[in-house]
């Protein structure tokens, strides 16, 4: 191996190395031999320097030969380069004197040395950087993210999972793999960006039973993941059945940076629904009846998308304020569930629907996002023919897939399976591919179990 | 404190400008690299953080001050003498006061409320109110069967001050009469008041009330307003609406104190009052319950209280 410690001077000048002659090891060029460090550009003498540096340093256990990880590993590494530098040495050093001369009138001979030291310490030193960006950039990234300055504790993600769980029907291989790899996809998400993730265990419970309905069970978890992340602003419902096909994209940049553009208030834009809008009650004030609230982003409470038939609300975002307090309490109320638990098949969606239509506080606070921007379906859902304004398109590499209603002679593993290759397929990044790589090869050994295993 | 290095002082030749170049060098470029380390973070914090991060929820221009007295006056059930009587009463005590008056038909809010009962009316009224006066503060409900008494009496030094309110409004009391399970808020502070209602022995009165303006008055009015509850069929309609809402959604509860009834409420005789609910002399307002359930024209009960207050407000104004 190149890196045996035995001293072979190579050819030229002479071992120039560090590392090798008496008192080195040290991370300073204390060790330099004699000849290429005579005098100083000061007239005072390399020696002299040397000993008053020491002298300052007061360090003397520091240059114990080999007594630092990073000492041997520098010498290894700089072991590689001396050929390099003996081939070269002796016509730069030539032209470096002349610009030195040149320079500063004097004779300062070991100084082109010096630079050509701290040229390949340059090197050397880009050389560590580089190799410190690829293992640990990604990871200061995301803490630089996750913390009070990045931004992504304002965000926190709520996945559904385990609905019905254990009760309505047993779990099969499928169920199990679904949740496992959709939980999955959301946690890279929300790591990458510094997000919290809240799967939410929708376990059915006495409580959210039809006889007993004390409230909707989506609003109930969305209340309690605002108390657990009191840091947070915005909250993010997705059903279990979502794959986020572009993890590189943040919500910052996808939405929030953009509410003013992206989020369009008068439902006439979109309106399956045929929901009159404005309203035309002449009691209410300029506000009920505006067409677009009162324009300002920050009075944006809900944000959510409309699919073919109206309000979905498999992918929606709350911001915590008071309205969102106020509309998960109102929300449900018994008076009005027990006159439409019969018509409320979609229970909180069409609750929902109902509410934005007849409470005008409701309306002011709404905001839509076309429906491909988080919420995009498959083909199949809401008809089987590409419709630009539904289904995912895969050359706008649209964010979220929701295999809006699989369940119902669907197959809706062998959707997310599809679209999760998809996204891998569409994410093949450099870097991030390297990184990786050992996990995606699980995730394809994991997969073929559960194909297996059915 | 021990300082690993001796000062820079005590060694002659040490100073920065000595350093030998590569030293130099070396600290340009980690100076060069942090440099660059920061800058990208500030570029990071400065696209990814997101936009805004207020979390007020104001959506229209707060409400300074002022005082609307909504009365809402049914023209088709009403005589007209009686419809003036109220009407002076109540402009009366806004003249005194600088309060602003706002007097509706029912019968305009015929199409708001379609089939469920009339006296729903007063909901979309208040409402009404609000957006012809979205400046003003208080929009103080008053039912038509009802007379000012003690107009010398400010709402605000008799109930809106904070310390007035914090120690008369009733905490920890059942918030409808006489064993709900549902109890009214035992800290609550004036700044978190929007709505003062008081109790009669059965219910909450929304026959007179104190609503202040803003995002709580319009969802508090929307949701009491909505359709499935009109189309309920409550006993007792909007009455019961506001039992309901306030026992079940906490999101209102919060916001509201219940005052004793005789503050804004005091009825003719003990009739259907709380404990204490019966009109004393000086008490600021006189109800006249029986009148809205008759099928007379006009509130005969009115007319002695009427003439007190005419001698009262006319003797005040001579002298």
């Known amino acids: ?454 | 404190m021990q300082f690993a290095l001796p000062p820079r002082k005590s060694v002659p030749g040490a100073r920065s400008s000595r350093l030998p170049h590569y030293r130099r060098k070396q600290l340009k470029t980690i100076a060069i690299f942090a440099f660059a380390v920061i800058f990208i973070l500030y570029l990071l914090s400065h696209f990814s953080s997101s936009s805004s991060t207020s979390t007020s929820t104001s959506v229209a221009p707060a409400a300074t001050a002022g005082v609307v007295i909504v009365t809402l006056l049914d023209y088709e059930q009403f005589s007209e003498s009686y419809i003036s009587k109220i009407v002076a009463n109540r402009e009366d005590y806004a003249k005194r006061h600088g309060y602003t008056n706002f007097f509706a038909s029912v019968s305009d809010y015929n199409e708001a409320f379609g089939d469920s009962p009339r006296s729903w009316a007063m909901v979309p009224a208040v409402r009404h109110a609000m957006a012809r006066n979205p400046t003003s503060k208080y929009f103080f409900h008053l039912n038509a069967h009802a007379l000012i008494m003690n107009p010398a009496q400010s709402l605000k030094s008799h109930l809106l001050e904070r310390s007035k309110l914090e120690s008369v409004m009733l905490k920890d009391m059942p918030v409808v009469p006489p064993d709900s399970i549902i109890r009214t808020y035992s800290h609550l502070k004036e700044k978190d008041v929007d709505l003062i209602v008081t109790q009669d022995s059965e219910d909450l009165n929304p026959g007179s009330f104190i609503l202040k303006n803003g995002d709580f008055a319009r969802y508090f009015l929307d949701l009491w307003f909505d359709p499935l509850f009109r189309s309920y069929n409550f006993a007792k309609a909007e009455t019961h609406g506001l039992d309901h809402i306030m026992q079940w959604h906490p999101t209102v509860l919060s916001r509201t104190a219940v005052v004793p009834q005789r503050y804004m409420n005091a009825f003719s005789d003990s009739t259907g009052a709380s404990a204490d609910g019966a009109y004393k002399d000086g008490d600021l307002i006189i109800r006249f319950p029986a009148c809205g359930q008759s099928t007379t024209r006009d509130c005969p009960e009115l007319e002695a209280y009427y003439k007190i207050w005419q001698k009262k407000y006319k003797s005040e104004r001579d002298s």
Request: hydrophobic share 35%.
């Open chain 1, 1 to 454: 191996m190149s890196l045996s410690r035995s001293p072979s001077p190579p050819p030229g000048r002479g071992w120039s190395s560090p590392g090798l002659t008496p008192g080195s090891g040290s991370s300073t060029p204390r060790g330099y031999s004699p000849s290429g460090a005579s005098l100083a550009p000061s007239g005072i003498s390399w020696a002299a320097a040397k000993a008053k540096s020491d002298e300052v340093r007061g360090y003397p256990s520091f240059s114990t030969r080999n007594s630092g990880f990073f000492s041997r590993q520098k010498h290894r590494i700089s072991a590689r380069l001396p050929s390099f530098r003996g081939e070269t040495h002796s016509y730069v050093d030539k032209h470096q004197y002349g610009r030195a001369h040149h320079r500063h009138g004097g004779g300062h001979g070991p100084f082109g040395v010096l630079l050509w030291r701290g040229r390949s310490r340059l090197v050397l030193g880009l050389f560590l950087l580089w190799i410190g960006y690829l293992c640990f950039w990604s990871t200061i990234v995301q803490l630089y993210r996750r913390s009070a300055l990045g931004g992504g504790r304002k965000f926190v993600i709520i996945l559904g999972s385990n609905v019905e769980g254990g009760v309505m029907e047993w779990k099969g291989a499928r169920e199990w793999a679904i949740e496992r790899n959709s939980i999955w996809n959301k946690q890279q998400y929300a790591k990458q960006w510094g997000y919290e993730l809240e799967v939410a265990n929708m376990l059915a419970k006495k409580r959210y039973s039809h006889e007993w309905r004390e409230s909707w069970e989506k609003g109930d978890v969305i209340r309690e993941a605002m108390r657990k992340y009191p840091q947070a602003e915005w909250f993010w419902w997705l059903d279990l059945n979502t794959w986020i096909m572009e993890s590189d994209t943040s919500l910052q940049s996808h939405v929030f940076d953009h509410l003013d553009d992206r989020v369009y208030r008068d439902i006439n834009e979109y309106n399956p629904m045929n929901i009159t809008h404005p309203l035309p009650e002449f009691y209410l004030d300029d506000l009920g009846r505006a067409l677009e609230s009162d324009g300002d982003p920050d009075s944006l409470n809900m944000l959510l998308s409309q699919d073919c038939t109206g309000f979905n609300l498999g992918s929606f975002f709350l911001r915590r304020s008071l309205w969102t307090d106020r509309l998960l309490d109102s929300w449900w109320d018994p008076v009005m569930y027990e006159q439409m638990h019969m018509n409320w098949e979609h229970k909180e969606q069409d609750a929902f629907e109902y509410v934005y239509q007849s409470q005008p506080w409701i309306r002011s606070s709404v905001g839509f996002l076309p429906q491909r921007t988080i919420n995009s379906f498959p083909l199949g859902a809401c008809g089987d023919e590409n419709n630009l304004q539904v289904h995912y398109q895969e050359n706008d590499r649209d964010m979220v897939v929701n295999m809006a209603g699989c369940m119902f002679g669907r197959d809706c593993w062998s959707e997310i399976h599809d679209f999760r290759e998809l996204s891998n397929k569409l994410n093949r990044g450099i870097w991030r591919q390297l990184m990786d790589s050992w996990r995606g090869t699980y995730d394809e050994a994991d997969s073929t179990d559960d194909d297996d295993g059915q």
